[in-house]
């Protein structure tokens, strides 16, 4: 959240910027953020995942991630925002 960016570990083509530690990242602006509901697993268990992409999906195909949450509280997701 300080820097205003949103950083991939994934290899994005076309990328113009990285962060202090290599990865190509994005401004917050460029990001979408939405909910879908997904397939959690091979016996049809559902819930809804957010999906972060780049607002320019033709662009940055790869710029794109899903999110399953894990039910165990113990296990928390944790998301940095630079």
């Given amino acids: 959240r300080e820097k205003q960016k949103v950083s991939f570990t994934l290899d994005i083509p076309n990328c113009a910027e990285r962060d202090e530690f290599g990865n190509c990242c994005f401004d917050y602006s460029e990001i979408n953020l939405r909910y879908q509901r997904v397939y959690t697993n091979e016996y049809g268990a559902t819930t809804y995942a957010p999906i972060i992409s780049h607002k320019d999906g033709l662009k940055f195909p790869k710029a794109k991630i899903t999110a399953i ?3 165990n509280g ?3 997701i944790e998301c940095l925002m630079l």
């Fill in 69 to 71: 949450v894990n039910e």
């Fill in 74 to 76: 113990r296990v928390p």
